[in-house]
């Protein structure tokens, strides 16, 4: 059950860090430079 609930995350996870890259391409040196997408919003 654990197994199947992080699975669910880390596919959220990846969904949201696609969702973020796709969407901030065109400031892809600001993104780079703060290092860390949990703050870029």
């Known amino acids: 059950m654990t197994s199947l609930i992080v699975v669910a995350v880390l596919a959220l996870f990846v969904l949201i860090t696609v969702f973020k890259g796709v969407r901030i391409v065109p ?12 703050t870029t919003r």
């Open 27 to 38: 400031q892809g040196e600001e993104w780079s430079r703060k290092s860390s997408p949990a």
